[in-house]
């Protein structure tokens, strides 16, 4: 079975930056689309950014500009790097596969203060 674990995220003010990271375990890693996703206190969870098995990205409008996905396929391993973060970019961070045919991981906080 296939796992995720994300890691990287914390508490930082308006303005900061931070960096996510997604462990993948499992052989099919490089064969999918990534993406990474949140879920702000209340919300439903939402798309912030994919990224192709050849490196192509999409972003939400609301994190354009500010965070960049990439991936590792040598570590199996996707990344978050979220500049500018503002308060509204608060939430739990998780990863998935696109189809999202994994059980989600436990995700990561990440919390913006004013």
């Known amino acids: 079975q296939v796992q995720l674990v994300e890691s990287g995220g914390g508490l930082v003010q308006t303005g900061g930056s931070l960096r996510l990271s997604c462990a993948v375990s499992?052989?099919?890693?490089?064969?999918?689309?990534m993406g990474w996703y949140r879920q702000a206190p209340g919300k439903q969870r939402e798309l912030v950014a994919r990224?192709?098995?050849?490196?192509?990205?999409n972003y939400a409008d609301s994190v354009k500009g500010r965070f960049t996905i990439s991936r590792d396929n040598t570590k199996n391993t996707v990344y978050l790097q979220m500049n500018s973060l503002k308060p509204e970019d608060t939430g739990v961070y998780y990863c998935?596969?696109?189809?999202?045919?994994?059980?989600w991981g436990q995700g990561t906080q990440v919390t913006v203060s004013s």
């Open positions: 990224i192709g098995n050849s490196g192509s990205t």
């Open positions: 998935n596969f696109i189809p999202n045919f994994a059980s």
């Open positions: 499992g052989s099919i890693f490089r064969f999918n689309f």
